[in-house]
Every structure is written in C-alpha cells, then in structure tokens.
C-alpha cells in the first residue's frame, strides 16, 4: 500500500527566508502527488499536485514542488515566506487518478517575525 | 469560486447519540469523499461515494458510519451511535469527472464533531 511520510514535525523559518518541507513516499509506481496546506481553523486548500509531465511543478501562493524519482521525494519549496505562510502543510499520495488521497502525517510551519 | 460547503462548523454531541454531518459538493462534481482528522494526528481516508453508492470504504468505516445523498445537493455523514473517539475534524471533499478519471480534490472548511 502507499504510504507518505513527512520527517519534520515542525519546521520554524525567519519571514523571507527560503523554505523546504519534505516528503518521501512509498509505492511502486509513479504516483499522484499532492500538496496541501491548512491555515489554523481552516479547510484543506491544495497548493499543487503532480500527476505526469515537467517534474518540477508550480503552485498558489509562490510554492513550487519537484517530483524526484531516484529517491520517492516530493519537497515543497518556496524562495522567500510570509508570516501568511504559517500553516500546517500535508503532503499527499494517490495511485491513481481514480484512487483515494492518502495524506503524511502533516508538517507545522512557524514563521519568525 | 465554487467551493465545498459542510455545516455545522462546530458540534457537540453526547456518547451515544445519532449525529449528521453535512455537506454541499461542488454542483457539477460526482465523486465525494470523508476524511477525518483526529486532533494531532494526520488526515484518513473514511468513505468514498460515486454513482450514488459506495466505491471504497476503509477499515475506519465500520456499521456505526454510513453516507448518503439525499438530494441532488448534500451528501451526509452519519454516525449512529457515537463514541468519544469519533471526535475529531471530518472534512468532506468533491472531485469532477475529467476524461477517463477525475480531477484533484476540493475539500471543505470541515466539522469539528466534539463527543462529550
């Protein structure tokens, strides 16, 4: 079965400095991929999502991820935060573009001011 | 923008009662989804529902859950008989049918269900 992990727990980062959240997936197949994030109170609001094609794909927000093959990893990327950016990020997995969205565990993002 | 509507934002109910939650999907979507998300914890998967029936379902998704659409509208979560561990944020999303499959989820703000 896939899986997604998300090695950090909580990530802290000073506003305007560059940021990567990591992900690491388990499948045997190329996957679809998926970035979420959840502002506090909020709903889940995708960010982006690879499916097939350039491996390096942009998001809302300024946010880009890219897709690596060799090592099952999808990082959520951006150049520069804003304390807006304080959220809890989830990546995700599907088989499938008719299968069900498995998500990581969730990585909180605090922004230093 | 379109979006998917759950009501109520907030409920509190008592261990062993019936509690509904619901969900407006996006109108011209086909596919709908439960998810819940046990505070700290991460997002599962509950229940997926297409062509008025159930298409899977996980092991979270016992005799005590069932979903329904009543109406060309809502799509309805309901827990018989709840417990204190059903408390927890259940987010309902939606999907479209694009070609041979469907698009990425859209999902609402959620129902943070509070068993007492």
């Known amino acids: 079965a896939q899986s997604v992990t998300q090695p950090d727990i909580h990530i802290t980062v000073s506003e305007g400095a560059s940021l990567e959240l990591r992900c690491n997936y388990s499948?045997?197949?190329?996957?679809?991929l998926f970035w979420y994030v959840q502002s506090p109170g909020q709903g889940l609001q995708l960010l982006l999502k690879?499916?097939?094609?350039?491996?390096l794909v942009q998001g809302i927000k300024g946010f880009e991820a890219e897709f690596k093959r060799s090592q099952s990893s999808f990082n959520l990327r951006k150049p520069s935060v804003h304390w807006s950016d304080a959220a809890e990020y989830f990546c995700?997995?599907?088989?499938?573009?008719?299968?069900?969205?498995?998500f990581g565990k969730g990585t909180r993002l605090h922004i230093l001011p | 923008e379109p979006e998917v509507t759950q009501t109520p934002s907030h409920q509190v109910t008592q261990m062993g009662q019936e509690v509904i939650l619901r969900c407006v999907p996006i109108?011209?979507?086909?596919?709908f989804y439960w998810y819940r998300q046990i505070l700290g914890q991460k997002v599962e998967f509950l229940v997926s529902?297409?062509?008025?029936?159930?298409s899977e379902k996980s092991e979270i998704f016992d005799d005590q859950f069932s979903v329904e659409r009543p109406d060309g509208s809502n799509f309805t979560l309901k827990i018989r008989s709840t417990k204190l561990e059903d408390s927890a944020m259940y987010f309902c999303?939606?999907?479209?049918?694009w070609g041979k499959g469907k698009t990425e989820a859209f999902f609402g703000q959620g129902t943070r269900l509070t068993v007492v």
């Open positions: 109108s011209n979507h086909l596919y």
């Open positions: 690879y499916f097939s094609g350039d491996t």
């Open positions: 995700a997995v599907a088989r499938n573009r008719d299968d069900k969205i498995i």
């Open positions: 999303a939606s999907s479209e049918k």
């Open positions: 499948y045997g197949a190329t996957p679809y």
């Open positions: 529902f297409y062509n008025n029936e159930i």
